[in-house]
């Protein structure tokens, strides 16, 4: 061996050391919910999880954080100054085992529905699963980091527009412009504003899927480039870490902060049943549409009790919600793309109609107590 390449082994030798003694745990910071039992800080920025969470997640994830936003620590800066922090779910653990997301309704439609969520003024985490962090067998994410996707979502909503308060109008025009031109249509990117940039960071970071139901072929830099030059630029512009791009774990030999992690003894991700049973069949909590029939005599009706209503499109293209007041009039129009969801507080007797892209009728939903769920097929 030359001595060139001694050298070359030693540094790394050194550097992969180093890395190992990065992101070490840490006191969970006082005020935390005593949910939270481990610790991480990355340049300020807290993430948090239970003791059932494996500690090389939480490392993984500040490494993570660290190559999104080296140089942008400004940006991290204001994400926690925001209150926000990051919470990892155990492949045992749930959307609604999280403290902050505890409240959102209905339970079980939130715990099969994510294994992650960006943050809101209301609920400032974000939220990713250990399984799909250290690649466990079953992660039903296993093509993309789902971390990437909703620290973008920090990133815009926490961080941009602190920092920079003209960012959002900047994005919502290139989105408009794009989407006028047919690029992204009936994809996940094509949604709205904020997925329109969570997907771009995606491709930046060479980390989504592609040519799926919500995905076209544009997964990395590259073809992000190609195909969206103004949304690659606006990405660009605000990330400066431009060598930096995701590789999974195993491509990484799960070396330095990963290190003491054995994959072979990693637990199995699974839906449990009682969520499966919810997601694929009609439980006793969803209503059944009633026909459209005598449309123009169909009125709300005043003195029913409150209740919750929810709507979740499973369908094949957009749905329109409408609700029907006193006078038979449509108000309070909602349209739901595919995968879209919505809840509101209505009362007994109100009825909701729902009607497709072109507006033609499809169902009439009238909620009642116990029955406020509506699966749009």
């Given at each position: 061996?030359?001595?060139?390449?001694?050298?070359q082994?030693l540094?790394?030798?050194i550097g992969?050391?180093?890395?190992a003694?990065?992101?070490?745990?840490?006191?969970?910071p006082a005020?935390k919910?005593?949910f939270?039992?481990?610790?991480?800080?990355?340049?300020?920025?807290?993430?948090?999880a239970?003791?059932?969470?494996?500690?090389?997640a939480l490392?993984?994830a500040?490494f993570?954080?660290?190559?999104?936003?080296?140089g942008?620590?400004?940006?991290?800066k204001a994400?926690?100054d925001?209150?926000?922090?990051?919470?990892?779910?155990?492949a045992?653990?749930f959307?609604?085992d999280?403290?902050?997301?505890s409240?959102?309704?209905?339970?079980l439609f939130w715990?099969r529905?994510?294994r992650?969520?960006g943050?809101?003024k209301?609920?400032p985490?974000?939220?990713?699963?250990?399984?799909n962090?250290?690649l466990?067998?079953g992660d039903?994410?296993?093509?993309?980091?789902?971390?990437?996707?909703?620290?973008?979502?920090a990133i815009?909503?926490?961080?941009?527009?602190?920092?920079?308060?003209?960012?959002?109008?900047?994005?919502e025009s290139?989105?408009?412009?794009?989407?006028?031109?047919?690029?992204?249509?009936?994809?996940?990117?094509?949604?709205?504003?904020?997925e329109?940039?969570a997907?771009g960071?995606?491709?930046?970071?060479?980390?989504?899927r592609?040519?799926?139901?919500?995905?076209?072929?544009?997964?990395?830099?590259?073809e992000l480039?190609?195909?969206?030059?103004k949304?690659?630029?606006l990405?660009a512009?605000?990330?400066?870490n431009?060598?930096?791009?995701?590789?999974k774990?195993?491509e990484?030999?799960?070396?330095g902060?990963?290190a003491?992690h054995?994959?072979?003894?990693a637990?199995?991700?699974?839906?449990p049943?009682r969520?499966?049973?919810?997601?694929?069949?009609?439980?006793?909590a969803?209503l059944?549409?009633?026909?459209?029939?005598?449309?123009d005599?169909?009125?709300?009706?005043?003195g029913?009790?409150r209740?919750?209503?929810?709507?979740?499109?499973?369908?094949?293209?957009?749905?329109?919600l409408y609700?029907?007041?006193f006078?038979?009039k449509r108000r309070?129009?909602?349209?739901?793309?595919?995968?879209?969801?919505a809840d509101?507080?209505?009362?007994?007797?109100?009825?909701?109609l729902?009607?497709?892209a072109?507006?033609?009728p499809l169902?009439l939903y009238y909620?009642?107590?116990g029955?406020?769920?509506?699966?749009?097929r």
């Open positions: 061996m030359t001595a060139a390449c001694v050298l082994v540094l790394s030798s992969a050391a180093e890395q003694h990065r992101y070490q745990l840490s006191p969970v005020g919910d005593p939270y039992r481990k610790h991480v800080s990355v340049g300020g920025f807290s993430i948090l239970s003791g059932k969470v494996a500690d090389q490392k993984e500040a993570i954080i660290e190559g999104l936003l080296k942008r620590e400004d940006l991290l994400i926690a925001n209150g926000v922090h990051l919470a990892i779910m155990a045992d653990e959307t609604t999280i403290p902050e997301h409240l959102l309704k209905p339970k715990d529905r994510a992650g969520l943050p809101t209301k609920r985490v974000v939220s990713c699963g250990e399984e962090l250290l466990y067998k039903p994410y296993w093509q993309e980091n789902i971390l990437i996707h909703e620290f973008a979502h815009h909503h926490m961080g941009l527009m602190t920092v920079d308060p003209t960012f959002d109008s900047r994005l290139i989105y408009k412009e794009a989407t006028a031109r047919g690029l992204w249509k009936g994809k996940y990117a094509g949604r709205n504003r904020a329109y940039w997907e960071v995606q491709s930046w970071f060479d980390n989504n592609q040519n799926d139901h919500d995905h076209n072929h544009v997964n990395t830099r590259e480039e190609a195909y969206d030059p949304l690659a630029a990405v512009s605000v990330f400066r431009p060598q930096w791009r995701y590789r774990p195993s990484r030999k799960w070396g902060h990963l003491g054995d994959p072979d003894k637990p199995t991700f699974t839906w049943k969520l499966v049973k919810w997601w694929e069949h009609d439980p006793g969803r059944a549409a009633s026909p459209v029939v005598g449309l005599a169909v009125r709300s009706k005043k029913g009790k209740v919750p209503i929810f709507f979740y499109n499973r369908g094949k293209g957009p749905r329109n609700w029907i007041d006078e038979g309070n129009k909602q349209t739901l793309r595919v995968g879209d969801n509101s507080e209505t009362f007994v007797g109100h009825p909701w729902v009607t497709d072109e507006d033609r169902g909620p009642a107590p029955k406020g769920i509506v699966i749009l």
